[in-house]
C-alpha cells in the first residue's frame, strides 16, 4: 500500500470511529485505541506534507488567527420561534393547526429539547463543509467556518454516496454540563475569569478570533433542521429528514420523538421537565414542530417565525438557600451591584452560590436581611437573582448597607436621592472602571487618540502597562511593540497619536475625564463660563447652576467627582505629562455685545465657524446653536438653511459674513 493510500485509510477510519463516538454514542474501540490511529496520522503527514488536506482530522486543531468575522447571508432566512409558557398556550397553537386543516384527522407533531446554546448554519456542497455562520439577525450571520471545524463531533464531510449538492443544516453547538465545570475550573487554576453559564461559554468559544482557542473548548453539536437542499429529494417529514441527517454524519438528539395531539406534546415537556436535572446539557424548553412538510409550507410564518412550531420553555425554578453575606460588585461604568453571596444550592441544575440583589432599592423594598431564608431562581434561566425572602428574618439579622467608600478603590461612592444606582467616584483612578475611562478618554470627540480601541485598552491594562489614562503618556515604543499583534508601526502611529492628542481644548479636555452627565455640550459650557480648570475644580454647587443646562443634579456629580483626590492627582498627572490647551481670554463683563445671543448658520470664508464663535465670545456675545425669539442676530454664510429660514419667520436681524468681519474689526466701537 502507497504512502498516500495509507493516509487516505486512516482518515477513513477515524470519521469512522469520530461518527460512532459522536453521533451514534456506540464507539466500537477504546480511547486509548482510537489515540494511537491519530498518533499515527498525524506522524504520516508530518513526515509527507504533501499530502496533508484542509479537511484532514488532524486539521481540527485550528487555522491562524483571524483579523476579524466576515458576514455570510443565508440563503433561507433563519428563524426565531414564538414561545409558550403555559398548556393553554400550547392547546392554542394546536387548535390553530387542526382549524386550518379540519380534513386531515391527525397531524404528527415532533418534540425534541430546546437546548441553551448558540444557533448556527452548516453549508455543505456534495457533501464538503465549505462555511458556518451564526443566526445573526436571521438574515445574515458571522462568518465562523474556522472555529467550527475545529469541533470534532461536525463532519467535514458527510457520509455515503448519494449526497445533496447543496445542503443547509440548522443546529445548536452547546458546552455540556460536565466541560462547563471542567472549563471553569480550568480558568480558576490559571487565575482567568470564569464563564457565568454555558451558553456564554459556548457564544464566546465561537468568537474567537484565534480558531487554536476554539479547538481547546469542549463544544458539541445537534442538528435540528435543514435550510436549503438540493440535489437528492427531501423527505416528507421532518422526523425523516434528520434521520436522514443522522445517516449523512450528523449528530440529532437521542430525544427527538414524534407524537400524534397535544397531549403527546404534553406529556413530552412534563417528561422532559422531570429528566431536566439529569441530562448532560441545558435546556430551556422544548420544541414541538409539526411533522409534514406540506402542512408546514401551508402554514407559513407570522412576522420572524413559522406558525408550525413553538417552543415550550420551563418556569423559571426557585429554590430555598440562606443568604450568608453581601458583597459590592464595581462594574466598568462605576456602578455598585449588590450581589448575594448564598448557601450552595442547585438551581434548575447548576450550583449557585452567587446572586444578584440589583439594587439597594430593591434589597429594601424585599426587605431581605443577612442570615433571611431566601427565594433564588435564575431569571430567564440565565442570571441567579434572589427573588425574596421565603423565611422572615430572626431578631439576630443584619441589615444590609451601602458602602460609603468603593470596595475596589476606596473612593466616595455617591448616591444621590432619588436615583436606584449608586457610583464610585474615582472614575480616573478605579481599577473596576480602568478599561471604560480610558477607552471614553481616547474616544474622537475626547482625546481622539487614533488607533487605541478595545482591545489594545484591554491587552494594555491586562499586561499593567497603564493604571490610569494618565499612564497612556509615558508609554514606550519597546512596551508597546512587545504586545501581541502589534507591530513596530503601529506602535509608532500610536505613540504619534498620543503626542498628538497633549494639545486640545479645555471643552475636550473636561468632556474626556467621564464626568456623570456631563456631555459635549455641558463640557463647553462649563469652559465658556468658567475659562479655566483650576476655577471650574474649586466651584461649588451653587456657583456650577450659574452654567446654563447645568442643574443641581449635575452640579452634585461635577462637585464629587473633583471632590476625590484620585481624580485631581490623575488630573495633575495629565498636565504634568504636557495635555495643555490653549488660554481663554477672561470672561467680558462689559461691552456693547455683552447679553447679545448670536447664530452661526451656513459656510463662513474668511473665519472659521470656531473662530467666528470665539471672537463674538471674547466680546461678551453668547454663541448659541438653535434660533428662537430670543435670538438677537443670525450671521448667514453661503449654503445656510433652515436656521437662516427660522430667522426670517421671527423677524430676527440677518447679517452676512462682511457684516460680521465689520463688527469684529470695529473692535464693538458701534453695535449693530
Not at 459522536?22 to 489515540?35: G, N, R, W
Not at 450571520?141 to 449526497?163: A, F, Y
Request: net charge neutral; aromatic share 6%; hydrophobic share 45%.
Amino acid at each position: 500500500m502507497t504512502i498516500a493510500a495509507h493516509i487516505t485509510q486512516l482518515r477513513s477510519e477515524i470519521e469512522e470511529h469520530l461518527y460512532r463516538y459522536h453521533v451514534l454514542d456506540a464507539p466500537t474501540i477504546s480511547d486509548a485505541a482510537y489515540d494511537q490511529l491519530f498518533r499515527e496520522l498525524e506522524q504520516l503527514e508530518a513526515a509527507h506534507p504533501e499530502y496533508v488536506t484542509p479537511d484532514s482530522p488532524t486539521q481540527r486543531v485550528g487555522a491562524k488567527p483571524l483579523a476579524g468575522f466576515g458576514e455570510i447571508r443565508h440563503r433561507v432566512a433563519m428563524l426565531s420561534l414564538e414561545n409558550a409558557f403555559s398548556e393553554s398556550e400550547v392547546q392554542a397553537f394546536w387548535q390553530r393547526i387542526n382549524d386550518r386543516f379540519p380534513h386531515i384527522k391527525s397531524i404528527d407533531l415532533t418534540c425534541e429539547p430546546k437546548l441553551d446554546g448558540v444557533a448556527v448554519n452548516l453549508h455543505y456542497e456534495k457533501g464538503k463543509l465549505i462555511y458556518a455562520a451564526t443566526r445573526g439577525d436571521g438574515e445574515t450571520g458571522e462568518d465562523i467556518t474556522s472555529n467550527v471545524r475545529t469541533i470534532r463531533m461536525i463532519p467535514l464531510h458527510l457520509r455515503g454516496t448519494h449526497l445533496p449538492e447543496v445542503l443547509d443544516v440548522r443546529g445548536e453547538i452547546y458546552i455540556s454540563k460536565k466541560g462547563f465545570a471542567a472549563l471553569n475550573e480550568a480558568a480558576v487554576r490559571r487565575d482567568e475569569k470564569i464563564f457565568a453559564n454555558p451558553r456564554n461559554a459556548a457564544a464566546g468559544s465561537l468568537r474567537q478570533l484565534d480558531p487554536k482557542i476554539t479547538a481547546k473548548r469542549p463544544l458539541e453539536f445537534f442538528a435540528h433542521g435543514v435550510g436549503e437542499m438540493s440535489g437528492v429529494d427531501l423527505p416528507t417529514a421532518h422526523f425523516d429528514c434528520m434521520r436522514m441527517l443522522q445517516a449523512w454524519g450528523l449528530r440529532v438528539s437521542p430525544d427527538l420523538i414524534k407524537v400524534a395531539d397535544s397531549e403527546g406534546c404534553l406529556n413530552y415537556y412534563q417528561a422532559m421537565q422531570a429528566r431536566r436535572a439529569h441530562l448532560p446539557y441545558e435546556i430551556d424548553g422544548v420544541v414541538y414542530k409539526v411533522n409534514d412538510y406540506k402542512i408546514q409550507q401551508n402554514l407559513g410564518f407570522v412576522a420572524r417565525a413559522p406558525r408550525w412550531a413553538i417552543a415550550h420553555k420551563f418556569p423559571a425554578e426557585e429554590v430555598m438557600t440562606t443568604l450568608l453575606a453581601v458583597e459590592f460588585q464595581v462594574g466598568r461604568t462605576g456602578a455598585l451591584t449588590p450581589v448575594a453571596r448564598l448557601a450552595p444550592v442547585a438551581v434548575a441544575g447548576v450550583m449557585v452560590s452567587n446572586a444578584t440583589l440589583h439594587n439597594m432599592d430593591e434589597i429594601k423594598r424585599k426587605d431581605i436581611h443577612i442570615g433571611d431564608k431566601v427565594m433564588v431562581r435564575r431569571a430567564g434561566d440565565v442570571i441567579p437573582e434572589v427573588v425574596g425572602v421565603a423565611v422572615r428574618h430572626a431578631h439576630h439579622a443584619l441589615e444590609i448597607h451601602l458602602p460609603t467608600m468603593c470596595p475596589v478603590c476606596h473612593s466616595h461612592v455617591e448616591h444621590i436621592a432619588g436615583e436606584a444606582v449608586a457610583r464610585c467616584s474615582g472614575g480616573l483612578f478605579c481599577p473596576a472602571q480602568r478599561v471604560q475611562a480610558i477607552l471614553h478618554f481616547a474616544s474622537r470627540r475626547a482625546m481622539d487618540i487614533v488607533g487605541l480601541g478595545d482591545k489594545l485598552v484591554e491587552q494594555l491594562v491586562a499586561e499593567g502597562m497603564i493604571s490610569t489614562i494618565a499612564d497612556l503618556y509615558h508609554l514606550t515604543l519597546s512596551q508597546l511593540a512587545q504586545l501581541e499583534r502589534m507591530a513596530e508601526k503601529s506602535a509608532d502611529n500610536l505613540l504619534a497619536a498620543l503626542d498628538k492628542s497633549r494639545t486640545t481644548t479645555l471643552a475636550r479636555f473636561l468632556f474626556s475625564l467621564g464626568i456623570r452627565e456631563v456631555g459635549e455640550a455641558t463640557a463647553r459650557q462649563l469652559a465658556e463660563h468658567f475659562r479655566s480648570l483650576d476655577a471650574l475644580m474649586i466651584a461649588d454647587t451653587p456657583a456650577l447652576e450659574q452654567v446654563a443646562d447645568v442643574g443641581p443634579i449635575v452640579a452634585r456629580h461635577i462637585v464629587a467627582f473633583f471632590a476625590e483626590k484620585h481624580n485631581v492627582k490623575v488630573i495633575n498627572d495629565l498636565r504634568a505629562a504636557g495635555v495643555h490647551w490653549p488660554a481663554l481670554p477672561a470672561r467680558v463683563s462689559s461691552g456693547k455685545l455683552i447679553g447679545k445671543t448670536f447664530v452661526l448658520t451656513g459656510t463662513l470664508n474668511t473665519l472659521a465657524r470656531d473662530e467666528a464663535k470665539e471672537k463674538l465670545q471674547a466680546l461678551g456675545a453668547k454663541v448659541a446653536g438653535s434660533v428662537s425669539a430670543k435670538t438677537d442676530f443670525v450671521v448667514a454664510g453661503s449654503d445656510a438653511g433652515s436656521k437662516l429660514a427660522k430667522a426670517e419667520a421671527l423677524g430676527v436681524k440677518v447679517m452676512d459674513e462682511a457684516a460680521l468681519l465689520e463688527l469684529l474689526q470695529s473692535n464693538c466701537s458701534g453695535a449693530p
